[in-house]
């Protein structure tokens, strides 16, 4: 039998690689505890992992007990699930869901490493929107989290698009294998229809300019399909109305999550999910979502609010739960971070 041959991890110029592609403590983080632990120290998040918001208020809220059934919406890098299996103690099971197949494939693979393997963990690539074809499936759950943000691993991977600090394709679809790019939409869509999707989906102060611009430069046979030409479109408009630093980084931050959560289709499949959630619970089963924009929350808010007085649920939270002053410290990224629960009658 011919002695299989070993690949040495390429080698790069300069201690520090700056391509997110030839970087590999970035692709496995896990490998590297001692650096993760210094970053997350440092109150950053280390590159290619997620650090998960709120375990502590979320499993409180829950209340999970060996035995159960619960539903991890979107299942991410992982953390929030490997919680609940735990608590679990080997009896019950947790259904996970995600539409990202690059990203869920190693978090499967990750909770596999970690013990918990398809006798108690189900993972299922479909929209969470389509609960209840999981329900049909699976029959009625006692505990189910949704978290809606979108996961560090994506944020940091230039291929995707997600961020407007990185260079990369201007893409930012979850799953990258269907649907329209946030650039193929720019060219599929009317300045109107940006402005628009810029007021409804983040409440853009200067939409009406920075479409101007951007269809401006499209109509001049710029290109605008990566994230740094977007970029610097709403940068350019921006300084021509003398607007500070802080408030063009906020901008840009609102155009893509505008943008994202058009291609993404968010609001309407946080519709689908909240109309069909309360019939996929058990009675007394519990549900806590956590909402980034007040967009979503909004949402959450209205469509509790309205089961409660249908008598679905029994009680909801009366106002919004926000992370702890240490964990915005810890996880910066957490901070604009609301959560709310319900409670299915009995």
């Known amino acids: 039998m011919a ?42 998040t280390p590159a290619g992992m997620h650090i998960s918001i709120m375990v502590n208020e979320i499993l409180d809220f829950l209340q999970i007990k060996p035995g159960q059934k619960g539903l991890d919406c979107t299942l991410g890098y992982g953390g929030h699930t490997k919680k609940m299996l735990e608590c679990l103690e080997g009896k019950g099971s947790v259904y996970g869901l995600d539409v990202d197949p690059i990203e869920s494939k190693k978090t499967v693979e990750r909770l596999k490493n970690a013990g918990f393997g398809e006798d108690i963990f189900k993972f299922r690539l479909i929209n969470f ?76 102060p200067y939409a009406e300019e920075i479409a101007e611009n951007v269809f401006l430069r499209m109509k001049k046979k710029e290109p605008m399909n990566t994230t740094t030409e977007l970029r610097r479109a709403i940068e350019d408009t921006l300084n021509k109305l003398s607007v500070g630093e802080k408030d063009i980084k906020k901008s840009l931050a609102r155009v893509f999550q505008a943008l994202r959560i058009d291609v993404n289709s968010e609001f309407e499949v946080l ?72 409670i299915k009658g009995e």
């Open 3 to 44: 002695e299989k041959e070993h690949k040495r991890r390429v080698r790069y110029s300069g201690k520090y690689p700056k391509k997110f592609e030839e970087k590999y403590k970035e692709h496995n983080p896990e490998k590297y505890k001692d650096i993760v632990d210094h970053v997350i120290a440092k109150g950053s």
């Open 129 to 204: 929107a389509n609960i209840d074809k999981v329900y049909e499936e699976a029959g009625g759950f006692d505990f189910v989290l949704a978290d809606l943000g979108v996961s560090s691993m994506q944020i940091d991977n230039p291929e995707r698009g997600f961020s407007y600090k990185i260079d990369g394709p201007l893409d930012l679809r979850l799953d990258p294998e269907h649907g329209e790019s946030a650039a193929e939409r720019l060219h599929n869509i009317s300045q109107d229809e940006f402005v628009g999707m810029m007021i409804e989906n983040s409440d853009e």
């Open 271 to 342: 519709y689908e999910f909240l109309d069909k959630l309360p019939h996929i619970l058990n009675p007394g089963g519990r549900v806590a979502i956590l909402t980034f924009h007040s967009g979503e929350d909004r949402l959450v808010k209205k469509s509790f609010k309205a089961f409660l007085k249908q008598g679905l649920y029994s009680k909801i939270s009366s106002d919004v739960i926000r992370p702890s002053v240490e964990e915005c410290r810890i996880n910066p990224r957490s901070k604009s971070t609301k959560m709310r629960w319900a």
